[in-house]
């Protein structure tokens, strides 16, 4: 019996020797980055990035422009001190004809992607670890997510049995009662999720394990969510008024595509998200990032930038990137080339169409008027019922 059981222990901690070199190796994965495309300039930081091209014309002002968290104060558009009071810094109340312009932007940027032939969807808010690491968000970007934590399973444990056993006086033995009641609390409380910082996570993920056919391709998603985003080490005027928050809304456009036809759905995506900047007006540039200011995930990423009057500096509003096979390996999503074809892996791209906070504070700066009022460009108005702020 002495040598039985030294062989069962012997062989109970080689299982865990192995599934502790099996998460390391998983982990190590994990860290590994997408490879640039070859089009991709080599550079170290947003100083190597090249920008592409400059749409529009940035408007001239008699007088200096006010900055947007002035006239959001004067015109009762955002409160940012209440929204700290009430959560923290970074998450905002819209009011009034602030609120109404933030559902405008909701339903124009979600009818003009409609239009151009995505699928709408609503998309859960809410992602476990495995679909964050699906697009690469894990554990790329860990440190700058919210993270809802497991509850302490003791402790309702506990709670439980003081609760409902002991304060009930029922006939039941205590020990037993915990075992039973284990199981239940850890299927209740099993796992952890993250508040997502975008919905390219929980659409990508849709797919995730699926074997598509080729009559399938090109699938095209869009979808309108809150974001969250903890932004660590963000300060000073970068992050002021509604530059940089904590929560913000945003549609996202989403393609899973054929492998031949990524680049030129790169293309097509780039051109969707430039529309919607041309119908509301805004002057706005396009760059190409380099290795050094592009992502983990990517292999190649446009941004595009509108221009800041008040600010006179060019504020993101849309990264527009293609993953290649990247995404789908973590996923698992993959087509048939033939109907009895070996399963290969699609492509995956996204985009923002657009990203609100950045896009309110140049369509306020850009549109002052020397009376204080705010114009709004024409293709808002039958979404907001206003053409003017005043």
Same mark, same amino acid.
């Given at each position: 019996m002495g040598e039985t059981s030294q062989l069962k222990e012997k062989i109970n901690a080689l299982k865990d020797e192995k599934q502790a070199a099996e998460a390391k190796q998983k982990r190590l994965v994990l860290e590994l980055p997408n490879i640039p495309h070859p089009s991709v300039p080599v550079g170290t930081d947003e100083d190597d990035n090249e920008v592409a091209e400059t749409f529009g014309e940035i408007p001239a002002f008699d007088a200096a422009p006010r900055p947007h968290w002035e006239l959001v104060d004067e015109h009762d558009l955002v409160d940012l001190e209440r929204g700290a009071k009430v959560t923290g810094s970074g998450f905002p109340f819209y009011v009034g004809k602030g609120a109404r312009l933030q559902r405008a932007l909701l339903n124009f940027f979600l009818d003009r992607a409609r239009d151009r032939g995505y699928t709408e969807m609503q998309a859960p808010l809410f992602v476990n670890p495995e679909s964050a690491e699906g697009t690469g968000q894990l554990p790329d970007k860990e440190g700058l997510m919210y993270k809802i934590k497991e509850s302490n399973?003791?402790?309702?444990?506990?709670?439980?049995?003081? =609760?409902? @056993?002991?304060?009930?006086? +029922?006939?039941?033995?205590?020990?037993?009662?915990? =075992?039973?009641?284990?199981?239940?609390?850890?299927?209740?409380?099993? %796992?952890?999720?993250?508040?997502?910082?975008?919905?390219?996570?929980?659409?990508?993920?849709?797919?995730? %394990?699926?074997?598509?056919?080729?009559?399938?391709?090109?699938?095209?998603?869009?979808?309108?969510?809150?974001?969250? !985003?903890r932004e660590a080490g963000s300060y000073g005027a970068d992050v002021r008024g509604l530059n940089r928050l904590h929560q913000f809304d945003k549609v996202e456009l989403v393609r899973i595509v054929h492998p031949d036809e990524s680049y030129r759905a790169l293309d097509?995506? @780039?051109?969707?998200?430039?529309?919607?900047?041309?119908? +509301?007006?805004?002057?706005?540039?396009?760059?190409?990032?380099?290795?050094?200011?592009? %992502?983990?995930?990517?292999?190649?990423?446009?941004?595009?930038?509108?221009?800041?009057?008040?600010?006179?500096?060019?504020?993101?509003?849309?990264?527009?990137?293609?993953?290649?096979?990247?995404?789908?390996? !973590?996923?698992?999503?993959?087509?048939?080339?033939?109907?009895?074809?070996?399963?290969?892996?699609?492509?995956? @791209?996204?985009?923002?169409?657009?990203?609100?906070? !950045?896009?309110?504070?140049?369509?306020?700066?850009?549109?002052?008027?020397?009376? %204080?009022?705010?114009?709004?460009?024409?293709?808002?108005?039958?979404?907001?019922?206003?053409?003017?702020?005043?």
């Open positions: 399973l003791q402790e309702i444990e506990d709670w439980i049995v003081n =609760r409902i @056993l002991k304060q009930a006086e +029922l006939p039941q033995d205590e020990e037993e009662a915990r =075992r039973k009641m284990r199981p239940m609390i850890n299927d209740l409380m099993e %796992g952890e999720f993250y508040p997502i910082p975008t919905a390219e996570v929980p659409v990508t993920n849709f797919h995730r %394990g699926e074997i598509l056919s080729a009559e399938d391709l090109p699938l095209q998603y869009c979808t309108y969510s809150p974001c969250w !985003r097509e995506l @780039l051109a969707d998200a430039e529309s919607a900047l041309d119908a +509301l007006e805004l002057p706005y540039r396009r760059l190409l990032m380099c290795t050094g200011d592009m %992502g983990f995930t990517q292999a190649k990423v446009y941004d595009l930038e509108v221009w800041s009057a008040a600010q006179e500096r060019w504020l993101e509003v849309s990264s527009v990137s293609n993953f290649e096979a990247f995404q789908a390996r !973590r996923t698992k999503i993959r087509y048939r080339p033939e109907p009895e074809a070996k399963p290969e892996f699609v492509h995956t @791209l996204n985009g923002s169409g657009l990203a609100f906070p !950045r896009i309110v504070a140049a369509l306020l700066e850009n549109n002052q008027q020397p009376d %204080g009022s705010i114009e709004l460009p024409e293709a808002l108005h039958e979404y907001t019922g206003f053409a003017r702020i005043e």
